[in-house]
C-alpha cells in the first residue's frame, strides 16, 4: 500500500536551518509529482512546495521563497525538504502529499522554531 | 494565506444532511479541479473528494462534491459521529501556481 513517511523535525533555533526528508513506499515514486504542505499548531493546511517527476519544475509558496529548497531522489524514492532561515512561523506540522489532489499524505513530522 | 473561504463551522444531529460551502475565484475554483479532505483530530489530512465529485474506494457514498462556477460544496448525508472532524477544500490556482487551500469547517455531531 502507499505509504509517505516524513523525518528530520525537530526544535531548532531562529535563523537555524532543518532538512526533512519524506520516504515513499508502495508506488513507482518516479511516476509521481511530489507536494509540501505544513499545518501550523491549531491552524489550517498551507501549501509550501511542488516538484515534478524529473525535478524540472518546482514551485514554491511566497512565504517559503527563497528559504527552502524541494528536491528528490528517484533511486532512492525519497523526497526533501531543505529549510534555511528558519522563523517562528515557521513551527508547524511537516506533511509530504503525493500526486494530483495530493491523494496520499504521510503523517507529518513536527518543526518547532524557538529559542 | 488561504484563499478558499469556508464556514468555521457546521454541525447536526446523526442522520441529518450537512453541507459545507468553499467559495474561490477565477484563478483556482473556475478553472481547476476542486478537493476535499477530512483531518480528523491528531492524524493527517485525507482526501475524500477528487476532481470535484469523484470519491476514492473506500470513501463512503454518503460524502458527495460538486462545482458550480468559483463555488463548492460538500455534503456529508446521513450523518455519523465518526465524521466529527475539519474539512478543507482545495484547488489549484494557475495565479499562484500553487495549490490554495480552504480556511477548514468543523463539523460537529450534536
Known amino acids: 500500500q502507499v505509504q509517505l513517511v516524513e523525518s528530520g523535525g525537530g526544535l531548532v533555533k531562529p535563523g537555524g536551518s532543518l532538512r526533512l526528508s519524506c520516504a515513499a513506499s508502495?508506488?513507482?515514486?518516479?511516476?509521481?509529482?511530489m507536494h509540501w504542505i505544513r499545518q501550523a499548531p491549531g491552524k489550517g493546511l498551507e501549501w509550501l512546495s511542488y516538484i515534478s517527476r524529473d525535478s524540472s519544475i518546482i514551485y514554491y509558496a511566497d512565504s517559503v521563497k527563497g528559504r527552502f529548497t524541494v528536491s528528490r531522489d528517484n533511486a532512492k524514492n525519497s523526497l526533501y525538504l531543505q529549510m534555511n532561515s528558519l522563523r517562528a512561523d515557521d513551527t508547524a506540522v511537516y506533511y509530504c502529499?503525493?500526486?494530483?489532489?495530493?491523494?496520499?499524505w504521510g503523517q507529518g513530522t513536527l518543526v518547532t522554531v524557538s529559542s | 494565506q488561504s484563499v478558499l473561504t469556508q464556514p468555521p463551522s457546521a454541525s447536526g444531529t446523526p442522520g441529518q444532511r450537512v453541507t459545507i460551502s468553499c467559495s474561490g475565484s477565477?484563478?483556482?475554483?473556475?478553472?481547476?479541479?476542486v478537493y476535499w479532505y477530512q483531518q480528523l483530530p491528531g492524524t493527517a489530512p485525507k482526501l475524500l473528494i477528487f476532481r470535484n465529485n469523484q470519491r476514492p474506494s473506500g470513501v463512503p457514498d454518503r460524502f458527495s462534491g460538486s462545482k458550480s462556477g468559483t463555488s463548492a460544496s460538500l455534503a456529508i448525508g446521513g450523518l455519523r459521529s465518526e465524521d466529527e472532524a475539519d474539512y478543507y477544500c482545495a484547488a489549484w490556482d494557475d495565479s499562484l501556481s500553487g495549490y490554495v487551500f480552504g480556511t477548514g469547517t468543523k463539523v460537529t455531531v450534536l
Open positions: 508502495g508506488f513507482t515514486f518516479r511516476d509521481y509529482y
Open positions: 477565477s484563478s483556482n475554483i473556475g478553472v481547476n479541479y
Open positions: 502529499a503525493r500526486g494530483e489532489g495530493l491523494g496520499y
